[in-house]
């Protein structure tokens, strides 16, 4: 079954790679297929489907594969549970027992930077005037069923041709070898489609096989989309340098919810 729908997944994505070179600068392919994705969410507001997962365990200490917050025109306000998971009396938190219809989901992000560089690459953070990244609130209401069904291969396929063709000289400038696009459909597309946190528990935890807040997510990321992956050039390879900043400047706590109070 993994196998069907890995192939599945790489042919659906090099036919959007393909087709990617007629698409215009917003990444509607020129026939207005973005404005009908965006309103694609009509199919979310079914309550029977639950848009978010949440995955954390203080062994992996696994963040969230999606985020929802909270209609505050609906809800009743958070309650005291009165008790921890383990049954051990209060646990200290608190927390709201709406019902579902009460939330909206906003975002997901089990898959680092699916939601950015993956839908509407070109348009970068949306600071050029004129860019319009509206599509990518279409894709943080949607869900991973609707990924696997292919919905948003055109988008990625696009934006992964695009990355390719602005940053492949620079990547051969540095003495390394860009991934084509049939090698990143098959570095990175597993991972980002669907956008879940995948966990196999006979490998090795790290991501991209279950997440850690510690892991370099980023850096990981960056090597399956861009370079061609070996022994030369391991997943880790970006990570190893590193691009980003090591460690944070405030380190994690040993205890729920593990990350650092606002400073």
């Known amino acids: 079954m993994k196998t069907s729908i890995h192939h599945l997944l790489i042919g659906g994505l090099l036919v959007a790679s393909l087709g990617a070179c007629g698409t215009d600068s917003n990444g509607d392919g020129g026939d207005g297929s973005t404005g009908e994705s965006a309103s694609s969410g009509d199919t979310t507001s079914d309550a029977t489907t639950n848009p978010s ?3 954390t365990t203080s062994a992996t200490q696994t963040t969230t594969a999606s985020t929802t917050v909270a209609d505050s025109s609906s809800s009743e ?3 005291d549970t009165g008790s921890s998971s383990s049954g051990g009396g209060d646990d200290g938190f608190m927390f709201a027992d709406d019902p579902y219809d009460a939330y909206m989901q906003i975002d997901r992000h089990a898959a680092v930077e699916a939601g950015t560089a993956g839908i509407a690459g070109p348009e970068g953070l949306g600071f050029n005037r004129g860019s319009d990244i509206s599509v990518r609130d279409a894709y943080n209401m949607s869900n991973p069923a609707e990924d696997a069904a292919g919905m948003w291969l055109d988008e990625i396929g696009a934006s992964v041709t695009f990355f390719h063709g ?6 051969m400038g540095l003495g390394l ?3 084509t696009i049939e090698q990143t459909v098959a570095q990175a597309g597993p991972v980002i489609v669907p956008d ?3 966990y196999d528990p006979s490998q090795p935890t790290g991501y991209p096989n279950g997440r850690a807040l510690t892991d370099p997510v980023v850096d990981i990321t960056l090597a399956a989309v861009l370079l061609e992956l070996g022994p030369d050039q391991p997943l880790t390879l970006f990570a190893d340098l590193p691009l980003n900043p090591p460690a944070n400047d405030v380190p994690f706590k040993d205890e729920f919810p593990y990350l650092a109070d606002p400073h």
């Open 53 to 55: 997962t949440t995955a």
């Open 77 to 79: 306000g958070p309650v």
């Open 166 to 171: 602005a940053l492949d000289d620079d990547i």
């Open 177 to 179: 070898t860009p991934a």
């Open 196 to 198: 879940t946190i995948k």
